[in-house]
């Protein structure tokens, strides 16, 4: 008797401590996901351009973790961006350090383009940064029939830098910023004029990509700042070994980017 109500009590722990940690887990969201994905970093560090990331807000936290499991997700497409990056980064970095451009917009590259210079959207945005042509030209850029320098990596980007400087000189933080990149500095106004919120862009309601876009950054971030603990980085030094697919040359507008890719990607018209 004795020895059965032992079991039983011991059995009752272990059905208790399965609950609390079920439903710790579960308070993050409606998927359970390890703690050690979870935690990817330090709290203090998981921020956007030095600005700070609600991750202490489980709505918040989930869709991060979202986005992390999907972009982490080992597959060719991926491996070969991450080739890619190597190249097309040397590039964009001293660009965005020149003209005072936090270094975490490159990963706005690699969300828009997968930095394949092929991508061409249904509204013909094109090139790695899917830039719009009236956005182009108006960032001083050329686009005609024979000549679109949205093609160009080094201008291109040195257009983007305006661009994304102006938005912050307007909004005032780096990551309105990026979302006025995604869907308008226009429309992100009305937004915050309808709902009285100049403060707190994590906090409007609009369109579902637009608020996600930040989600989907720092997801990027997290991915090349750790691409062993993802299992990138034997593929990363095996692929360059191998010949590239995708080459940079100077030409006499800049660098070039010349892309040779088996893979395409979808991306989103911006503007």
Request: aromatic letters at 12%; a positive charge; hydrophobic letters at 40%.
């Amino acid at each position: 008797m004795k020895k059965r109500k032992l079991l039983a009590w011991g059995y009752g722990i272990l059905v208790i401590g399965s609950i609390a940690e079920y439903n710790a887990q579960c308070a993050y969201g409606s998927s359970i996901v390890k703690p050690k994905k979870e935690l990817s970093f330090e709290v203090e560090k998981f921020s956007f351009a030095n600005e700070a990331f609600p991750y202490h807000d489980k709505n918040h936290h989930h869709k991060y973790l979202v986005y992390e499991k999907q972009i982490a997700n080992t597959n060719i497409e991926t491996a070969q961006m991450i080739h890619r990056s190597k190249d097309a980064f040397q590039i964009i970095e001293p660009i965005l350090r020149k003209h005072g451009i936090p270094d975490d917009f490159k990963y706005l590259a690699v969300l828009e383009s997968g930095l394949n210079q092929n991508i061409v959207s249904s509204a013909n945005a094109t090139g790695v940064w899917q830039l719009m042509g009236t956005t182009a030209q108006a960032m001083g850029l050329t686009v005609n029939e024979e000549v679109d320098e949205r093609l160009d990596l080094a201008k291109s980007t040195v257009a983007i830098c305006k661009l994304l400087k102006s938005h912050k000189r307007f909004f005032g933080t780096w990551t309105e910023a990026l979302v006025a990149f995604n869907m308008g500095n226009t429309a992100l106004f009305k937004f915050q004029k309808a709902q009285n919120n100049f403060n707190d862009v994590y906090a409007l309601r609009m369109y579902v990509e637009s608020a996600h876009v930040i989600y989907k950054i720092i997801a990027y971030k997290e991915l090349f700042n750790n691409l062993e603990k993802y299992g990138y980085a034997h593929s990363c030094k095996a692929g360059a070994k191998q010949k590239s697919k995708t080459n940079f040359k100077i030409v006499s507008s800049g660098f070039e980017l010349l892309a040779n890719l088996n893979t395409e990607s979808k991306a989103a018209s911006k503007n």
